[in-house]
C-alpha cells in the first residue's frame, strides 16, 4: 500500500530559528495536505497543495509539492512556542478518501 | 474553531458495555469520516460515508458500527471492545462533487477512548 515517510520524526529548536520538514512517498498523489495537531485535539489543516510545483504561504508558514508528485515540503520561518505540536503530512490520490497520512514530526521549541 | 463537533471528549468504558460516539459538521459538507489514531502510528480511516451512503470500510472489525443519518450527524456505536481499541477516534468532513480529487478534510478535536 501507499506509504508516506515523514522526516525528521521529532525537531528541537530554539525559538525564533526556522524550521524546514518532508513528506515523500514511492507514489504519485494529486494532493498535498499539511495539519498541526495539538496533544488532546483534532488536526487542523495548515495548508493544501494541489498542483506539482505549486507553492503556497500562510503566514510563517510555506510549504510545496514537489515536481514529481511524491514530496511535499513544510517549511516555518522564525519559530514561536505556539509552534509546538505535531505536523502531519497527508496525500490524497484518487477519490478523496484515500487519504494517506505521514508518521508525523513532533517539534519542541526552546526559549 | 474547525466546524466539526465531537461527543464526548473524553471516554472510559468496561469491555462489556454499549456507548456511541457523536460527530457533527457544521460547514455544508456532503462526506463525513471516522479515524482511528493510535500512539506512534499514522492516522487510520476506519469508514466514509458520503451522502449519507458507506462507501468504504477498512475492514473494521464489527465491534465498530457506523450511522450517518443525514449529512451534518455521524455516529460511531461501539459494543464489546478490547483494551487495545484504546485511541483517539477523529471525526472529518469533505465536500465531495463526484469523484474529483482533491476535497480537503476538516477534523473535529476528536474523542478520547480507553477501555479497561
Known amino acids: 500500500g501507499q506509504q508516506l515517510n515523514q522526516s525528521p520524526q521529532s525537531m528541537f529548536i530554539q525559538e525564533g530559528e526556522d524550521v524546514s520538514m518532508n513528506c515523500t512517498s514511492s507514489?504519485?498523489?494529486?494532493?498535498w495536505l499539511w495539519y498541526k495537531q495539538d496533544p488532546g485535539e483534532g488536526p487542523v489543516l495548515l495548508i493544501a497543495l494541489y498542483k506539482a510545483g505549486e507553492l503556497t504561504s500562510n503566514g510563517r508558514l510555506t510549504a510545496q509539492f514537489g515536481i514529481t508528485r511524491k514530496d511535499s515540503f513544510l517549511n516555518i520561518s522564525a519559530s514561536i512556542p505556539s509552534d509546538v505540536g505535531i505536523y502531519f503530512c497527508a496525500g490524497i490520490t484518487g477519490t478523496a478518501s484515500k487519504l494517506t497520512f505521514g508518521t508525523g514530526t513532533r517539534l519542541q521549541v526552546t526559549l | 474553531e474547525t466546524g466539526v463537533t465531537q461527543t464526548p471528549r473524553h471516554l472510559v468504558m468496561g469491555m462489556t458495555n454499549k456507548k456511541s460516539l457523536k460527530c457533527e459538521q457544521h460547514l455544508g459538507h456532503n462526506a463525513m469520516y471516522w479515524y482511528k489514531q493510535s500512539a506512534k502510528k499514522p492516522l487510520e480511516l476506519m469508514f466514509v460515508?458520503?451522502?449519507?451512503?458507506?462507501?468504504e470500510n477498512n475492514s473494521v472489525p464489527s465491534r465498530f458500527s457506523p450511522e450517518c443519518p443525514n449529512s451534518s450527524h455521524l455516529f460511531l456505536h461501539l459494543h464489546t471492545l478490547q483494551p487495545e481499541d484504546s485511541a483517539l477516534y477523529l471525526c472529518a468532513s469533505s465536500e465531495r462533487r463526484g469523484e474529483r480529487v482533491g476535497e480537503t478534510q476538516y477534523f473535529g478535536p476528536g474523542t478520547r477512548l480507553l477501555v479497561l
Open positions: 460515508y458520503s451522502l449519507e451512503e458507506r462507501v
Open positions: 507514489s504519485i498523489f494529486n494532493t
